[in-house]
């Protein structure tokens, strides 16, 4: 980026702000109209291929010195890069599939000399390989991320950010499908005591940025405010004796094992579309992960996993629900006053059964009386 500051925008309201004239080359003005498929698709495909070249040279329809489809300025970019200017920027185009079978996608990369690198995507979550092994789950969904607040359906922490786009203007997902979201990483989702609350806090207006852009672009009106002020404190890693694992009283782990500074559980902080415990973290990977999945637009990922794959969970006294449990997953998804809601248990190996299936009917209870959809008993399977 050159230290031309066109400016950025930095109103928080709600005010209505005007569609924008969109340019010839926007894929939509591209794809629409009279155009038959064929050469839609192909002339869309050519300005996808060239635009993150186009952009880094300063030629085409980048010129303006905005990153990842217009949406960042100059001090957007320099804040997520400790105040350095000359970061390289390239993207891929936001595009569809020719079926439009999914949503919009696109990707934006930005990189300083030093090494460090911001990946932004644009992508719909994909139910259909499930959220209980999806990479995505694991990674934008840890205890390590704060909920934004404010109604937003979107977390951050200081490696990770992301927003789902809200209904509305854009259209509703199926039922069937995830959300549409931006989401940004920096990198391993590194587990430590200490969150370095600047990045989690220069990422999280990022990301809101990111998704005002992409409503305008769309001719939405409106603008999301700056979550930041609003964000809880980031999780700290607790003492699983205090009160129980996961602060929840009476849940235990079966039978004595030895113990180690890994085994410390890290809950989520603030409230949120997820309720997240991992423990035992080694790197960026929890063995044991118990999560609530309060927002029904997320639970959707885990609709097939709780349909199949292992032995069946039923529902005492009457409650709605379904799910399944094996040695290494246990999950069971109730309609509550919200709609779907989706409980699990997770380890990362089949040498675990024993702890799912002690820990999976007292975390369904108590989180189930926690957030109001209570009572619920599951019983499981011999």
Same mark, same amino acid.
């Given at each position: 980026?050159?230290?031309?500051?066109?400016?950025?925008?930095?109103?928080?309201?709600?005010?209505?702000?005007?569609?924008?004239?969109? !340019?010839?080359?926007?894929?939509?003005?591209?794809?629409?109209?009279?155009?038959?498929?064929?050469?839609?698709?192909? %002339?869309?495909?050519?300005?996808?291929?060239?635009?993150?070249?186009?952009?880094?040279?300063?030629?085409?329809?980048?010129?303006?010195?905005?990153?990842?489809? #217009?949406?960042?300025?100059?001090?957007?970019?320099?804040?997520?890069?400790?105040?350095?200017?000359?970061?390289? @920027?390239?993207?891929?185009?936001?595009?569809?599939?020719?079926?439009?079978?999914?949503?919009?996608?696109? *990707?934006?990369?930005?990189?300083?000399?030093?090494?460090?690198?911001?990946?932004?995507?644009?992508?719909?979550?994909?139910?259909? *390989?499930?959220?209980?092994?999806? +990479?995505?789950?694991?990674?934008?969904?840890?205890?390590?991320?704060?909920?934004?607040?404010?109604?937003?359906?979107?977390? @951050?922490?200081?490696?990770?950010?992301?927003?789902?786009? !809200?209904?509305?203007?854009?259209?509703?997902?199926?039922?069937?499908?995830?959300?549409?979201?931006?989401?940004?990483?920096?990198?391993?989702?590194?587990?430590?005591?200490? %969150?370095?609350? #600047?990045?989690?806090?220069?990422?999280?207006?990022?990301?809101?940025?990111? %998704?005002?852009?992409?409503?305008?672009?769309?001719?939405?009106?409106?603008?999301?405010?700056?979550?930041? @002020?609003?964000?809880? =404190?980031? @999780?700290?890693?607790?003492?699983?004796?205090?009160?129980?694992?996961?602060?929840?009283?009476?849940?235990?782990?079966? #039978? =004595?094992?030895?113990?180690? =500074?890994?085994?410390? !559980?890290?809950?989520?902080?603030?409230?949120? !579309?997820?309720?997240?415990?991992?423990?035992? %973290?080694?790197?960026? +990977?929890?063995?044991?992960?118990?999560?609530?999945?309060?927002?029904?637009?997320?639970?959707?990922?885990?609709?097939?996993?709780?349909?199949?794959?292992?032995?069946?969970?039923?529902?005492?006294?009457?409650?709605?629900?379904?799910?399944?449990?094996?040695?290494?997953?246990?999950?069971? *998804?109730?309609?509550? *006053?919200?709609?779907?809601?989706?409980?699990?248990?997770?380890?990362?190996?089949? +040498?675990?059964?024993?702890?799912?299936?002690?820990?999976?009917?007292?975390?369904?209870?108590?989180?189930?009386?926690?957030?109001?959809?209570?009572?619920? +008993?599951?019983?499981?399977?011999?």
């Amino acid at each position: 980026m050159n230290d031309t500051d066109t400016g950025t925008h930095t109103d928080t309201g709600m005010d209505a702000v005007p569609a924008p004239h969109r !340019p010839w080359w926007h894929w939509r003005r591209l794809t629409r109209g009279r155009l038959r498929p064929a050469l839609a698709a192909a %002339v869309a495909g050519a300005v996808l291929g060239g635009a993150g070249v186009a952009w880094q040279t300063g030629t085409g329809p980048f010129t303006d010195d905005r990153a990842c489809w #217009g949406a960042l300025g100059k001090d957007d970019v320099a804040a997520l890069f400790g105040g350095k200017t000359d970061i390289r @920027a390239s993207e891929v185009e936001l595009g569809s599939d020719r079926i439009e079978s999914e949503g919009p996608s696109g *990707q934006c990369r930005l990189q300083s000399p030093r090494g460090r690198r911001i990946t932004v995507q644009v992508h719909q979550l994909d139910a259909r *390989q499930g959220g209980s092994g999806e +990479r995505w789950a694991d990674e934008f969904l840890s205890a390590r991320l704060t909920p934004l607040g404010g109604g937003l359906l979107g977390m @951050a922490s200081d490696t990770r950010a992301w927003l789902a786009v !809200p209904d509305g203007c854009t259209g509703r997902p199926d039922e069937h499908d995830g959300p549409l979201v931006i989401d940004m990483e920096t990198g391993w989702t590194i587990y430590q005591d200490e %969150v370095d609350t #600047g990045q989690r806090d220069h990422l999280a207006s990022a990301v809101v940025t990111l %998704v005002n852009g992409f409503l305008a672009e769309e001719g939405c009106e409106g603008v999301l405010a700056d979550p930041v @002020a609003r964000m809880a =404190k980031p @999780a700290r890693f607790e003492d699983a004796e205090a009160k129980g694992l996961c602060g929840i009283e009476g849940l235990r782990l079966p #039978g =004595k094992r030895g113990r180690s =500074k890994f085994d410390r !559980p890290l809950v989520t902080n603030g409230e949120g !579309p997820v309720r997240t415990c991992d423990t035992d %973290v080694l790197f960026d +990977r929890p063995a044991l992960r118990l999560m609530t999945v309060e927002d029904p637009r997320l639970s959707v990922l885990y609709k097939r996993p709780a349909l199949d794959g292992g032995k069946e969970i039923e529902a005492t006294g009457g409650n709605d629900g379904h799910g399944f449990i094996r040695d290494d997953f246990g999950v069971f *998804q109730a309609v509550c *006053q919200t709609g779907e809601v989706t409980f699990l248990v997770r380890a990362d190996d089949a +040498r675990r059964s024993a702890d799912i299936r002690a820990l999976l009917p007292r975390y369904v209870e108590a989180e189930a009386d926690r957030i109001g959809c209570g009572p619920l +008993r599951i019983t499981l399977p011999g």
